[in-house]
């Protein structure tokens, strides 16, 4: 068993997207205010099965470590399927997505042991004012939540509810206390951020409003966008990717299949020929764009012909930061019920993905070789180029700090680097 030692702070322990990273930060402020200290959180995700089974691992691990302490689960997997984390003894209290962004939710005071509502009333996304990023040396602002689009193997819709923005005043008041707090970077988080404005007055577009947030706080360094859909890029998005610096040539699309059928299938919003389409007039814009990519193995249906148009369209594009998912049956979705590929078959075709994508990165790599880039310092002596490429360097830098680096040689997975002489 672990210390009785209470907890001095709380816990948080994060599974998943760029949002519940975000959000985690925002759960811990509101305990921390509530005076719930001697706890620990288990922010979990609900986008595999396979992430829902690490997070009932670590609940099982953190009571272990600490028996005394309060056990708060949380998140998608939480708000989809709040009765396999009620049948844990481990476990004292689950808040849905909803309450979890609410203060009054984290008192000592309650006794609801399960408070879990229907997301799919939610009609607002708070604009939570977060101080800084434990650990972290960018942050994180959260634009949007939720998602319109009933994607055939996916389940986040049921545990983040509809799309909604967060306005752009909040946005901008997030952005000027962080910057004050020393962050240069920062990446826009939601779960359908091309869907941004819809249903806001006046629907601002992504693109305006990354302007407009730009413009009103010029103290941002570098500004990074999650997942994008490649047939939902607005005009001033793409004015912005040519010509603003401060939007970094790092561009992350939600893929998630090369082939139009099994697009069809997935119910995705664009088609093969959209990615080659996107791709080709972002370099041309931006021709030193780098791209990453979402993208499912295995999908129902999925035959090997179908599964080389995704492998070739990866080498194609050159896409060099992937994020594949063995397909993973979520129950309740039409996927599910669609005739299912063979576990094997799902492994070995995300690994044949994987390593298209690593082949992509190692030549990407080679390229910056002999280049000075700047960096942001993501630990002493580790970072992040404008391209998110992976460095290490020979001496101590402070976290936070966007500094020049010499590149000396890859492994083809990271950079080396020394200082500027």
């Known amino acids: 068993m672990g210390e009785n030692k209470p907890l001095k702070s709380p816990e948080i322990i994060t599974f998943g997207c760029r949002l519940n990273t975000y959000e985690s930060e925002v759960m811990r402020g509101h305990a921390i ?32 470590d600490h028996p005394n302490s309060e056990i708060v689960v949380t998140g998608c997997a939480a708000q989809t399927n709040p009765e396999q984390f009620s049948k844990m003894p481990e476990v004292d209290r689950i808040l849905g997505n909803l309450e979890k962004l609410e203060r009054e939710a984290f008192g000592l005071e309650k006794t609801e042991r399960v408070q879990v509502n ?73 779960v359908d951020i091309t869907a941004y404005g819809e249903d806001l007055p006046g629907t601002p577009t992504l693109g305006q409003m990354c302007r407009r947030l730009l413009a009103a706080v010029p103290e941002i360094q570098r500004l990074r ?17 040519e010509h603003e610096p401060r939007l970094m040539p790092h561009l992350h699309i939600s893929l998630q299949a090369g082939d139009d059928m099994i697009l069809k299938r997935m119910k995705r919003r664009h088609l093969r020929a959209d990615v080659y389409e996107f791709v080709e007039k972002a370099r041309r814009l931006r021709p030193d764009v780098v791209f990453g990519a979402d993208i499912i193995a295995g999908f129902p249906t999925e035959t090997d012909e179908m599964a080389l148009n995704s492998l070739n369209l990866i080498k194609d594009c050159n896409i ?39 082949d992509n990165l190692s030549a990407f790599l080679d390229t910056l070789v002999g280049t000075e880039q700047s960096v942001l310092v993501e630990n002493e002596n580790t970072g992040r180029t404008a391209h998110y490429a992976p460095v290490s360097f020979d001496f101590k830098a402070c976290p936070g700090d966007i500094i020049k680096v010499a590149i000396r040689k890859t492994d083809g997975k990271k950079l080396s680097a020394s200082a500027v002489s």
């Not at 005076?35 to 620990?40: E, H, R």
């Not at 288990?42 to 829902?52: F, L, R």
Request: aromatic share 6%; net charge positive.
């Open 118 to 190: 229907d997301i799919m009333s939610a009609e607002e996304t708070a604009g939570h004012l977060i101080e800084g990023f434990e650990g972290r040396a960018r942050a994180f602002l959260q634009i949007q939540n939720g998602c319109n689009h009933r994607c055939t193997f996916c389940i986040i819709p049921y545990g983040r509810g509809n799309s909604r923005s967060v306005p752009l005043g909040a946005i901008v008041e997030q952005a000027r206390t962080l910057t004050l707090n020393g962050y240069k970077e920062f990446v826009l988080t939601g």
């Open 320 to 358: 060099a930061y992937m994020h594949v998912f063995p397909y993973s049956a979520r129950p309740g979705t039409p996927a599910a019920k669609m005739p299912q590929v063979p576990g094997n078959l799902r492994k070995d075709r995300a690994a044949e993905l994987r390593a298209a994508g690593d």
């Open 225 to 241: 966008l999650s997942s994008l859909d490649p047939v939902e890029v607005d005009e001033d998005l793409w004015r912005l990717i």
């Open 33 to 64: 205010a509530s005076g719930l200290t001697d706890a620990v959180i288990v922010n979990t995700c609900a986008v595999t099965n396979e992430a829902e089974r690490q997070a009932r691992q670590a609940i099982r691990k953190a009571r272990r």
